[in-house]
């Protein structure tokens, strides 16, 4: 069927939201049991009410990065347990009415752990890495630099919920973006750098908008032309529209 075949693969956007509600029913039924492995104990301790950022710099502190996201999936955990159970008679049920009308928490409640376990991750092979043997000075810092945005943009894209628990104030939601749009600033002259690190050529890449003279849409409309579908019988809008458009000089903006 289409829901068998369907609803388990990834959208274009990268989302799986079969994988969020399994994860969240993992989070709840933690929650429930008062059971937490090493990525979960922050369900079963106590947050701080309010963070004590004070500047836009606190934002680099991956200490009050995590807590934050912390205390916004612990709310929001709580929060959704209570509403399945208020619309389920008392019990926390995975399937049926009240499950399913709190899928959009649940899932936002599988996206701000999965946030919480990849940066800290990040933090703690940084400083599995700080010996000199390991990398220089230099790049320490830089990664450090880049691992201080990361934190600051997975916080900001979850911010409403932070503010929702109470745990950081709309001051302190302005201080984080300031910081981000601080951050950039300091991590552009190694933007380059970070993503040439990771290795891939051309050939892997096979993109032909990645290209270092900055003809990117030349490049694109060459490749749609090479492509091996134009081999194919037109399509009902090749000859009147599209060739035209295509094939004229490009070289003069209307602009």
Known sequence: TLYTYYVQNCTWEGDNNVMYLQMARYLLKSLAQMQFSDATTYLGRNHPVQSTVRKPEDWGDSKNVLDALEA???????????????????ALVFEGDAWNQSTVDLIRLAQIHCRIFIHGTFVQQIENVRSPKHLSRSSMEALHDLCRLHGAIILHEV????LDCGHMSPVQSIMLRDFIKESTLIIRPNAIAFVDAL????????????????NVYEALARAAEDSPFNRTEEGPAWHPVLRHLLQQDRTISKL
Do not use: P, W
């Not at 916004?72 to 008392?90: M, N, Q, V």
């Not at 911010?159 to 932070?162: H, S």
């Open 72 to 90: 916004a999936a612990y709310f929001l955990a709580r929060r959704t347990k209570d509403k399945i159970e208020s619309l389920a008679a008392g």
């Open 159 to 162: 911010g409403t919920d932070a």
């Open 199 to 214: 290795g891939y050529d051309d050939y892997v890449l096979n993109s032909a908008i990645g290209r270092k003279d900055g």
